[in-house]
């Protein structure tokens, strides 16, 4: 019987999602939608990231960083949220980690917001819906 040794692959390529040591970057999603969550989550895991956490408002991704921290290297965030919204968890996790890594995802219309977390300190922001690609080269970007 034939293995995988048998059939190499003309596609094999080192997964974006692993870090120069061959770890994989670990990513904490927050956001208050189960199938944004899922969808990020998905496309992370899909090239290598390791989902460490997910969180459903602001206040939950604060107290999950501190518990994580510092096996987090990323952090997506959802503007808007119940209890606690995106950038005033933002404010809270950069007074905690002034290094922290954090990528805001907003819906269309709110580049205030976005402004605002920028200023604050977000590495980058995506814009919903979801797009692959966009997803993953906002990423990379913030984790350079």
Do not use: C, H, W
């Not at 596609?11 to 999602?17: K, L, P």
């Not at 998905?42 to 459903?56: C, H, K, M, N, R």
């Not at 980690?97 to 709110?110: F, P, Q, W």
């Amino acid at each position: 019987m034939r293995t995988k040794q048998d059939f190499p692959s003309i596609n094999e390529r080192q997964a974006i999602g692993v870090n120069p040591e061959g770890r994989p970057y670990r990513v904490l999603v927050v956001d208050d939608s189960m199938f944004v969550t899922k969808q990020i989550s998905q496309i992370l895991t899909s090239e290598g990231f390791d989902v460490v956490g997910v969180a459903g408002n602001g206040l939950e991704g604060l107290e999950k960083y501190k518990e994580l921290f510092p096996n987090v290297d990323l952090v997506t965030m959802d503007i808007t949220m119940p209890k606690m919204d995106g950038v005033s968890a933002l404010e809270k996790i950069i007074e905690f980690d002034k290094n922290a890594r954090v990528v805001m995802i907003s819906a269309l219309g709110k580049q205030d917001l976005v402004k605002k977390s920028l200023l604050i300190g977000a590495k980058n922001y995506i814009v919903k819906p979801l797009d692959r690609k966009k997803v993953l080269e906002r990423v990379l970007l913030a984790l350079k």
